[in-house]
């Protein structure tokens, strides 16, 4: 019966979230998102008394972008088998003038849909709701994360519809997507390769990660890419750093 | 973006919408005493996929983990759960408890 429900379950939200996000991402022809959508690929998994301490760290090499750095550091803990929530700060810099802020609030939530290798691919749910600090305005998506395993070779796909709304800014609709095939070559070093897409954003670039144990459930796990933007809008390299440390 | 990209993605997306339920998946059975695996050393078929149902009977929980296995998984004290693996190629597949690494040691070996 649990596997029943959770089959049915996945392809509840599969389908709506696709159909939406399809239709959005093939007919719709003008921009429509407004920032650079590089940023993470998350997975469908959530551990039991999981809890973690990030940093994430965002670079964008020319001017496409109003700040040429971002920066965001989260704390987060599951709650419940298959539910994990954290909460961000989000700031910015301005290479040029030097200048920090910190830009927003997130809260975030991913719910693990299915039991990972049960069914040929692996399905769960992040939800994310964003205030910015100097604006009215809300921001708030849902991305269906799909993850696939061939041997060590591991696809993920992230698929988000979002929504922006508040007093200073019109309401709109958001789509992107994030994809990362990856390899495990080793628990200290595994190569990717990422790509971005959205209407504001097309970006393609390998990674690197890999993760640290220090004993008894505490381990570091880490991140460093470089994203080359393949359209006008993309900044022509962005870097990206994460830090994830489980304790 | 060119429809003719946005139309590779949507056929992607389809392809990895894609979900078919396992079944008659074998199923093996593997306790936890004393932060302990029994058995330490279990045998399945290869080129299978099986499921493992994991027996926490120790009031604590542990952390079924194995990165040849690509799996991570808690079992809280006193209860149970259910791993999938494989297909596995020939060959053995050491795993670990997390909470208990230095004697919750086992490995799963695919003939």
Redesign the interface.
């Known amino acids: 019966m649990q596997?029943t429900n959770n089959?049915l379950r996945?392809?509840a939200s599969?389908i709506i979230v696709?159909v939406i996000?399809?239709a959005n991402?093939?007919l719709t022809s003008n921009a429509i998102a407004d920032g650079i959508t590089i940023d993470k690929v998350y997975h469908p998994?959530v551990?039991?008394?999981?809890r973690e301490l990030e940093f994430r760290w965002l670079n964008y090499d020319d001017d496409k972008s109003s700040n040429n750095q971002a920066y965001r550091l989260g704390l987060g803990k599951s709650f419940a088998t298959n539910w994990f929530a954290e909460a961000y700060i989000i700031g910015e810099k301005n290479n040029i003038n030097n200048d920090s802020t910190i830009s927003a609030y997130e809260l975030e939530a991913i719910w693990q849909l299915t039991?990972?290798?049960?069914?040929?691919?692996d399905?769960g749910l992040l939800f994310e709701i964003e205030r910015q600090t100097d604006q009215s305005i809300w921001e708030g998506s849902t991305t269906l994360l799909?993850e696939?395993?061939w041997?060590r070779t591991?696809?993920t796909?992230n698929?988000t519809l979002g929504v922006e709304a508040g007093s200073d800014i019109d309401s709109e609709l958001e789509t992107a997507?994030a994809?990362q095939v990856r390899y495990?070559y080793?628990?200290a070093l595994e190569p990717a390769l990422e790509l971005y897409?959205s209407?504001s954003t097309?970006g393609l670039g390998p990674v690197l990660m890999g993760e640290n144990r220090f004993?008894?459930?505490k381990k570091l796990h880490w991140e460093f890419g470089i994203i080359a933007g393949l359209?006008d809008k993309t900044p022509n390299a962005t870097l990206r750093a994460l830090a994830e440390y489980e304790f | 973006?060119s429809?003719r990209i946005?139309?590779f993605?949507?056929l992607?997306?389809?392809w990895?919408?894609?979900?078919?339920?396992?079944s008659a998946t074998p199923e093996f059975k593997i306790e936890i005493k004393n932060h302990l695996f029994y058995p330490a050393e279990l045998t399945v078929p290869s080129n299978t996929?099986i499921k493992l149902r994991i027996f926490n009977r120790d009031s604590t929980?542990e952390?079924f983990e194995s990165?040849e296995l690509?799996?991570?998984?808690?079992i809280?004290g006193n209860s149970q759960t259910?791993?999938?693996?494989?297909p596995l190629?020939p060959g053995e597949y050491p795993y670990f408890g997390?909470?208990h690494?230095k004697t919750a040691q086992g490995k799963i070996i695919a003939k």
């Open positions: 596997k089959y996945a392809i599969n696709l996000f399809s991402l093939l998994y551990q039991p008394l999981e039991e990972q290798g049960e069914y040929s691919a399905w799909i696939r395993e041997g591991i696809g796909a698929l997507a994809m495990r080793s628990r897409v209407s097309l004993g008894n459930r359209s | 973006m429809i946005r139309k993605i949507f992607k997306l389809l990895l919408a894609y979900i078919s339920p396992v996929k929980p952390e990165y690509n799996r991570e998984k808690v809280m259910v791993i999938f693996i494989g190629k997390e909470f690494p």
